[in-house]
């Protein structure tokens, strides 16, 4: 009974939802910001999420999501880039003759092929990013804690250095970026505008990496967190497993990644340095460290706080005449980590800790009786 | 059936300039309850380890159902240190990670306990049973595999049933008390269906009703579950009390083996155990 | 490339080297006692740029040197007070995602209060004297790095070897709890290592920044993380390791720059990490320790 109660409020909620983004695409020119925001923190809550897999559910501290990111990124970009733009594209040093070819071959498919390339492009990038990443596994993946850390930080660093590098010019662009990238494709033959793909790629997304966590290797994950050594002792495969956590969260940053190259329109390699890679930390630990929910609510939160409400600390501000000091550009990201201290400090579990949305808990607060929380075995 | 489950031949573990094991010869046979005791130190746990796999052995072989499951030969600088027996006796290197060797079928309990702490109790079983799992990672995550994971649950539920935590399955694990934290651990390493228990110190902390409790557990669940066991324990008289057999480890060697009888009685035990009388 | 050339690079690999070798130590000596990669280090290394800047501007500079080093060693410690002392019993991530904490606020907080744009570092005209020797010129300041890197490295380890507080730092680098349990003072400890490590930073930070034009709020993140690089390069926990780390990079980081190969100057350094933690996990001069079951 409860169950099926739950399930028909999530559908609903989830349909109230795309509702009022529906709504929001009817008038697209005002409400431009409000959906640009909302696009970024979807985008956001999947990176987010798939980190969260990797340091909150395996237990791997890995710092590399920018790196993963910027694979999937550019792959998508290239792929994606009109074969007419591509001499003003790479302007300085000229495109690759093989994936100038290849893109020519690519565009003269029919449309019906068109129509599903760009997320394709999505899938080819988090692809490449997968078996990078499981080769790098084998190495990283042995290594204690911190040293995973700085390892994987490295890494992602190493992968900056090599998309920018003037060797790779005729692929990459070098230093110079790419642009002219397409906007987020249309689904389903309209069906589903285009300004709400990216939820819709990211919500599916997202519930892969719920179903994953929710199985026996979720599970397993879950048991390499808590002690390794119990945990193999027990049967579980380290390195097998830790490969998959690793292999399959760096598929989804990818993925998120090419979903940024398209909402961005243009990026370069600056744009995934490690401070990107501490922007989605930040979120998962605002979030709560193991809560799938607390990195989705973060993303929008934290997205939202930076680009919207918090603005208002970065123009000066007059209180009956008196300009009140402090407040001037910059303000807000000084106020926004002494937040990011305050919740590591104080309010260690974030928001959620490592609880998951629960209807029952909301409606547990409405009854006299306070029922006993549904956590544990399911 | 019986045969031999276990076998360990010259088993030595030395590191740097300790040999914490030296030339350990054991064989547990089939249904039997076999015991490692000595004081502290003497390298009880050590052996455990070698023997799960967490360490390749400095020399000697490691025989489960029959199969070589660890196996070394001492390299020219261990040789140097290293006295023992039969060193040249052994040509390969076979080692298998734990979970390998869990997988075969030998389980672990811990010294110090080492559950899911912030797992529930329910889960700290269930995934003990995931390394049986047959289904991959795939069609598990689209739950292709439903009944494997109803059945696996099922099992969970029954285990916790057999050792009285049925009603506790939904606490986190690290609120039980002490005694039902071994009892857990035990449970949960029976969830691996293995045919060989290891157990280390799982009377750590007992009391003697307690101590008694368990003395019986062990024996039931060895019987129900049809398993052999091998234990460590400082507690005498529950080793005394279930032990079909003895070894008794001090300083590395083995000083003594054989019933619980004859162990007793045996001087060199004795001797280890409360140190040399002062003429 | 002329042999005075390579020569010439050399010298200012070194000088370089030797900056690196000072900070290299902060990180060595925190990882050794807590265990923590400090990430802040680099950060508080560019404060100490911009606290030179401004001391610069009011103070002749024998007195804008102290000023700038006792803030950076008061700043040291009020991090490790506020924001690693409360998460000494937390699970390690925690302290880690702590110091990266803190790094994003100082990053955050350097741009506000002096903006992104580069700030010119000013001149000391004392140490931008030019020497020559034969074909080689090099400003005074190139030639005194590596000099007080060794004189103040040696310092150090008379200090760590010799003295009552140094013993201690040494029995909290081996065995923090039983450190404790003896009665060491491990609140005292920990401020004096951050405090070394923060001090040394800082004068680091001014040789550092008086050959560079300029200091921005992320000039310390690179840096910092190439330090970090040199000590495990060292050995982590080992102090003249983690200098003979921060030689080994500076030199050869400058070398690849002067080759052409700037950006796999700062890949190098990365490579580098990746290898000695596959290959040598305990750096050149580490001890190896092993986790009882």
């Given at each position: 009974?409860?169950?099926?109660?739950?399930?028909?409020?999530?559908?609903?909620?989830?349909?109230?939802?795309?509702?009022?983004?529906?709504?929001?695409?009817?008038n697209?020119?005002?409400?431009?910001?409000?959906?640009?925001?909302?696009?970024?923190?979807?985008?956001?809550?999947?990176?987010?999420?798939?980190?969260?897999?990797?340091?909150?559910?395996?237990?791997?501290?890995?710092?590399?999501?920018?790196?993963?990111?910027?694979?999937?990124?550019?792959?998508?970009?290239?792929?994606?880039?009109?074969?007419?733009?591509?001499?003003?594209?790479y302007?300085?040093?000229?495109?690759?003759?093989?994936?100038?070819?290849?893109?020519?071959?690519?565009?003269?498919?029919?449309?019906?092929?068109?129509?599903?390339?760009?997320?394709?492009?999505?899938?080819?990038?988090?692809l490449?990013?997968?078996v990078?990443?499981?080769?790098?596994?084998?190495?990283?993946?042995?290594?204690?804690?911190?040293?995973?850390?700085?390892?994987?930080?490295?890494?992602?660093?190493?992968?900056?250095?090599l998309?920018?590098?003037?060797?790779?010019?005729?692929?990459?662009?070098?230093?110079?970026?790419?642009?002219?990238?397409?906007?987020?494709?249309?689904?389903?033959?309209?069906?589903?505008?285009?300004?709400?793909?990216?939820?819709?790629?990211?919500?599916?997304?997202?519930?892969l990496?719920?179903?994953?966590?929710?199985?026996?290797?979720?599970?397993?994950?879950?048991?390499?967190?808590?002690?390794?050594?119990?945990?193999?002792?027990?049967?579980?495969?380290?390195?097998?497993?830790?490969?998959?956590?690793?292999?399959?969260?760096s598929?989804?940053?990818?993925?998120?990644?090419?979903?940024?190259?398209?909402?961005?329109?243009?990026?370069?390699?600056?744009?995934?340095?490690?401070?990107?890679?501490?922007?989605?930390?930040?979120?998962?630990?605002?979030?709560?460290?193991?809560?799938?929910?607390?990195?989705?609510?973060?993303?929008?939160?934290?997205?939202?706080?930076?680009?919207?409400w918090?603005?208002?600390?970065?123009?000066?501000?007059?209180?009956?005449?008196?300009?009140?000091p402090?407040?001037?550009?910059?303000?807000?990201?000084?106020?926004?980590?002494?937040?990011?201290?305050?919740?590591?400090?104080?309010?260690?579990?974030?928001?959620?800790?490592?609880?998951?949305?629960?209807?029952d808990?909301?409606?547990?607060?409405?009854?006299?009786?306070?029922?006993?929380v549904?956590?544990?075995?399911? | 059936?019986?045969?031999?489950?276990?076998?360990?031949?010259?088993?030595?573990?030395?590191?740097?300039?300790?040999?914490?094991?030296?030339?350990?010869?054991?064989?547990?046979?089939?249904?039997?309850?076999?015991?490692?005791?000595?004081?502290?130190?003497?390298?009880?746990?050590?052996?455990f380890?070698?023997?799960?796999?967490?360490?390749?052995?400095?020399?000697?072989?490691?025989?489960?159902?029959?199969?070589?499951?660890?196996?070394?030969?001492?390299?020219?600088?261990?040789?140097?240190?290293?006295?023992?027996?039969?060193?040249?006796?052994?040509?390969?290197?076979?080692?298998?990670?734990?979970?390998?060797?869990?997988?075969?079928?030998?389980?672990?309990?811990?010294?110090?306990?080492?559950?899911?702490?912030?797992?529930?109790?329910?889960?700290?079983?269930?995934?003990?049973?995931?390394?049986?799992i047959?289904?991959?990672?795939l069609?598990?995550?689209?739950?292709?595999?439903?009944?494997?994971?109803?059945?696996?649950?099922?099992?969970?539920?029954?285990?916790?049933?057999?050792?009285?935590?049925?009603?506790?399955?939904?606490?986190?694990?690290?609120?039980?008390?002490?005694?039902?934290?071994?009892?857990?651990?035990?449970?949960?390493?029976l969830?691996?269906?293995p045919?060989?228990?290891?157990?280390?110190?799982?009377?750590?902390?007992?009391?003697?009703?307690?101590?008694?409790?368990?003395?019986q557990?062990?024996?039931?669940?060895?019987?129900?579950?049809?398993?052999?066991?091998?234990?460590?324990?400082?507690?005498?008289?529950?080793v005394?009390?279930?032990?079909?057999?003895?070894?008794?480890?001090?300083?590395?060697?083995?000083?003594?083996?054989?019933?619980?009888?004859?162990v007793q009685?045996?001087?060199?035990?004795?001797?280890?155990?409360?140190?040399?009388?002062?003429? | 490339?002329?042999?005075?050339?390579?020569?010439?690079?050399?010298?200012?690999?070194?000088?370089?080297?030797?900056?690196?070798?000072?900070?290299?130590?902060?990180?060595?000596?925190?990882?050794?006692?807590?265990?923590?990669?400090?990430?802040?280090?680099?950060?508080?290394?560019?404060?100490?740029?911009?606290?030179?800047?401004?001391?610069?501007?009011?103070?002749p500079?024998?007195?804008?040197?102290?000023?700038?080093?006792?803030?950076?060693?008061?700043?040291?410690?009020?991090?490790?007070?506020?924001a690693?002392?409360?998460?000494?019993?937390?699970?390690?991530?925690?302290?880690?995602?702590?110091?990266?904490?803190?790094?994003?606020?100082?990053?955050?907080?350097?741009?506000?209060?002096?903006?992104?744009?580069?700030?010119?570092?000013?001149?000391?005209?004392?140490?931008?004297?030019?020497?020559r020797?034969?074909?080689?010129?090099?400003?005074?300041?190139?030639?005194?790095?590596?000099?007080?890197?060794?004189?103040?490295?040696?310092?150090?380890?008379?200090?760590v070897?010799?003295?009552?507080?140094?013993?201690?730092?040494?029995?909290?680098?081996?065995?923090?709890?039983?450190?404790?349990?003896?009665?060491?003072?491990?609140?005292?400890?920990?401020?004096?290592?951050?405090?070394?490590?923060?001090?040394?930073?800082?004068?680091?930070?001014?040789?550092?920044?008086?050959?560079?034009?300029?200091?921005?709020?992320?000039?310390?993140?690179?840096?910092g993380?190439?330090?970090?690089?040199?000590?495990?390069?060292?050995?982590?926990?080992?102090?003249?390791?983690?200098?003979?780390?921060?030689?080994?990079?500076?030199?050869?980081?400058?070398?690849?720059?002067?080759?052409?190969?700037?950006?796999?100057?700062?890949?190098?350094?990365?490579?580098?990490?990746?290898?000695?933690?596959?290959?040598?996990?305990?750096?050149?001069?580490?001890?190896?320790?092993?986790?009882?079951?």
């Open positions: 009974m409860r169950r099926s109660r739950n399930t028909v409020l999530s559908v609903i909620s989830a349909g109230v939802f795309l509702a009022i983004l529906y709504m929001l695409n009817l697209r020119a005002g409400n431009g910001m409000l959906i640009s925001i909302m696009q970024k923190s979807a985008i956001f809550a999947l990176v987010a999420v798939s980190m969260n897999l990797l340091n909150g559910f395996t237990g791997l501290f890995s710092l590399g999501q920018a790196g993963f990111m910027s694979i999937g990124a550019y792959t998508t970009a290239i792929l994606l880039i009109p074969v007419q733009s591509l001499d003003g594209v302007y300085m040093n000229g495109i690759n003759p093989g994936i100038r070819s290849l893109k020519v071959f690519l565009s003269a498919l029919p449309p019906w092929f068109q129509s599903v390339y760009p997320f394709m492009a999505l899938i080819v990038g988090a490449f990013a997968a990078i990443a499981s080769i790098v596994g084998v190495a990283v993946l042995r290594l204690k804690s911190d040293y995973l850390a700085i390892a994987t930080l490295g890494l992602s660093e190493i992968i900056r250095a998309f920018s590098s003037p060797q790779l010019d005729g692929i990459t662009n070098g230093s110079y970026g790419l642009n002219k990238i397409p906007a987020f494709p249309k689904m389903f033959g309209g069906l589903v505008p285009p300004i709400i793909t990216p939820f819709i790629v990211s919500a599916v997304c997202i519930t990496i719920v179903l994953l966590i929710r199985s026996s290797y979720g599970r397993a994950f879950l048991a390499i967190r808590e002690d390794e050594i119990a945990a193999e002792a027990m049967g579980i495969s380290l390195f097998k497993h830790k490969s998959m956590s690793f292999i399959i969260s598929f989804f940053s990818a993925l998120a990644g090419g979903l940024l190259a398209m909402y961005m329109r243009s990026i370069e390699a600056k744009t995934f340095s490690i401070t990107l890679t501490y922007d989605i930390l930040l979120i998962v630990v605002i979030g709560g460290i193991g809560s799938v929910t607390g990195s989705v609510l973060g993303a929008f939160l934290v997205t939202a706080s930076k680009e919207w918090l603005r208002f600390f970065d123009q000066p501000l007059e209180i009956f005449g008196w300009d009140v402090l407040f001037r550009t910059g303000f807000r990201m000084v106020i926004f980590s002494i937040l990011l201290m305050m919740v590591v400090l104080i309010y260690r579990r974030g928001l959620m800790g490592t609880n998951e949305f629960s209807w808990r909301i409606f547990g607060r409405f009854k006299w009786k306070r029922k006993k549904q956590g544990g075995g399911s | 059936m019986n045969g031999t489950v276990l076998k360990t031949e010259h088993l030595t573990m030395q590191f740097g300039g300790v040999v914490a094991v030296d030339d350990l010869n054991i064989e547990i046979p089939q249904g039997h309850i076999t015991a490692l005791i000595g004081p502290n130190g003497a390298g009880k746990t050590t052996a380890n070698v023997i799960t796999g967490g360490y390749m052995p400095t020399n000697g072989r490691v025989v489960f159902h029959d199969k070589v499951i660890g196996e070394n030969h001492p390299r020219s600088k261990m040789k140097k240190i290293y006295n023992g027996s039969d060193r040249t006796a052994f040509h390969h290197q076979v080692v298998n990670t734990p979970d390998k060797i869990t997988r075969l079928g030998m389980a672990r309990t811990f010294q110090n306990i080492r559950l899911f702490k912030e797992l529930s109790v329910f889960e700290n079983v269930l995934i003990a049973k995931h390394c049986r047959k289904a991959g990672m069609s598990a995550t689209f739950r292709l595999n439903h009944v494997e994971e109803r059945t696996m649950r099922e099992q969970t539920q029954d285990l916790l049933k057999t050792v009285g935590l049925a009603d506790l399955a939904r606490e986190k694990a690290s609120s039980l008390p002490y005694g039902k934290q071994r009892r857990l651990e035990i449970a949960r390493a969830a691996t269906s045919s060989l228990l290891l157990l280390d110190e799982p009377a750590a902390g007992m009391n003697p009703k307690e101590t008694e409790e368990l003395a557990f062990i024996k039931d669940i060895k019987d129900s579950f049809n398993l052999t066991v091998f234990l460590i324990e400082h507690h005498m008289n529950l005394m009390d279930i032990s079909d057999k003895i070894y008794v480890l001090d300083y590395g060697k083995t000083i003594a083996m054989g019933t619980p009888k004859e009685n045996d001087p060199a035990v004795i001797r280890a155990y409360l140190g040399v009388e002062d003429e | 490339m002329s042999i005075t050339t390579i020569l010439q690079h050399s010298l200012t690999g070194i000088s370089l080297g030797g900056a690196y070798g000072l900070i290299a130590i902060g990180y060595t000596l925190v990882y050794g006692i807590l265990r923590l990669i400090n990430f802040a280090h680099g950060d508080i290394f560019m404060m100490a740029g911009y606290f030179m800047i401004f001391s610069l501007a009011s103070f500079w024998p007195i804008a040197i102290g000023i700038t080093l006792l803030i950076t060693v008061l700043m040291g410690i009020a991090i490790e007070r506020v690693y002392k409360p998460l000494r019993s937390s699970p390690r991530m925690s302290i880690m995602i702590s110091a990266i904490g803190v790094s994003y606020l100082l990053q955050n907080l350097a741009t506000y209060l002096f903006t992104a744009i580069p700030r010119g570092y000013p001149e000391i005209p004392l140490l931008k004297r030019i020497f020797v034969g074909e080689l010129s090099a400003s005074l300041v190139t030639l005194l790095t590596p000099v007080l890197t060794i004189v103040l490295v040696a310092l150090l380890m008379i200090l070897n010799k003295t009552k507080t140094g013993m201690a730092m040494r029995a909290a680098s081996k065995d923090f709890e039983t450190a404790k349990l003896m009665g060491i003072n491990i609140n005292r400890v920990i401020t004096v290592t951050f405090a070394i490590g923060s001090l040394l930073a800082g004068i680091g930070s001014i040789l550092y920044f008086t050959d560079r034009m300029s200091v921005t709020p992320f000039s310390g993140t690179l840096p993380l190439k330090c970090f690089v040199a000590a495990v390069f060292g050995g982590i926990g080992n102090i003249p390791g983690a200098v003979i780390g921060g030689f080994f990079i500076g030199i050869v980081e400058t070398l690849l720059v002067a080759l052409g190969y700037s950006t796999f100057s700062d890949a190098f350094t990365f490579i580098l990490l990746i290898v000695m933690l596959l290959v040598k996990p305990t750096g050149l001069f580490g001890e190896k320790t092993m986790e009882k079951v």
